[in-house]
């Protein structure tokens, strides 16, 4: 379309002022990031209901990373649309924690995909949400972020199970964050020598490190390898840097 995501600043939704009057009573600032208008606005109606609870709403992930940038109100909990146009809601989640360490991050989804639950607790979020979760149970999982603990519905509980466990009880086998480095700098077309020279290690050094990835991942092959990793939600990074410099690229040539 011919919205780009500078012109998209001016549909941001207004922000809902905390007013403390003489209450005693703490109030709570959530936001909802959410490009989807009926759900947000039904979410945002619903929670702003609540006594404790102040709401603040966002169309895109652009507009809420700006907007942190310059608050003089910051929020205490954000929950972040998934499957968001532009920046993804999980690209955001180290966007906004860049912006503000210790955010606490709920996603909001309809998907069922237990490498996603698992992609996004891996940036940094607290916890996860269905879209069909009820309003009652959505407030009480905020309340639960906003003490500390991690905000899980059933059936995000679950499928993170199957995704960490199987159906055999054992945990999955873990690839190391030096493997993962490995595998995304395969993945944005490095060649082992380049990829040995990015992190300062030999090129042996790196060979060792492919060949673990590969058992790990029951694959023989890089390109099995990078499809796998990439289909269990391991290299988001490198797929989100790769939408960005699009989106970018996109942007400059208006």
């Known amino acids: 379309s011919g919205h780009g995501v500078l012109q998209l600043v001016s549909h941001s939704v207004p922000p809902v002022h905390c007013h403390m009057g003489r ?22 109606s619903g929670l702003r209901l609540q006594s404790d609870l102040c709401v603040r709403a966002f169309n895109c992930c652009e507009i809420a990373i700006e907007t942190l940038r310059v608050a003089s109100q910051l929020p205490e909990v954000v929950l972040l649309d998934v499957n968001l146009p532009g920046i993804s809601g999980i690209c955001g989640i180290s966007r906004l924690l860049e912006l503000r360490d210790g955010l606490k991050i709920i996603m909001l989804t309809v998907s069922d995909d237990p490498e996603i639950v698992a992609a996004s607790l891996r940036r940094g979020a607290l916890g996860y949400i269905q879209k069909t979760e009820g309003l009652q149970g959505t407030i009480q999982l905020i309340q639960q972020a906003i003490v500390g ?85 391991l290299l988001w990074d490198c797929i989100d840097r790769v939408q960005e410099d699009v989106q970018r690229r996109s942007i400059i040539s208006r």
């Open 149 to 233: 603990q991690r905000p899980f519905d059933s059936s995000s509980i679950t499928l993170l199970l199957d995704h960490e466990f199987g159906t055999s009880g054992r945990r999955r086998t873990s690839i190391t964050e030096r493997e993962l480095d490995i595998l995304r700098l395969f993945a944005s077309g490095n060649t082992r020598a380049m990829v040995a020279m990015r992190l300062g290690i030999g090129e042996e050094t790196v060979k060792t490190h492919v060949k673990k990835v590969f058992r790990k991942l029951s694959v023989h092959k890089m390109a099995a390898a990078i499809k796998k990793a990439t289909d269990e939600g």
């Open 23 to 44: 209450q005693p009573m703490k109030r709570h600032l959530v936001w909802i990031v959410e490009d989807d208008e009926t759900y947000r606005e039904s979410l945002a």
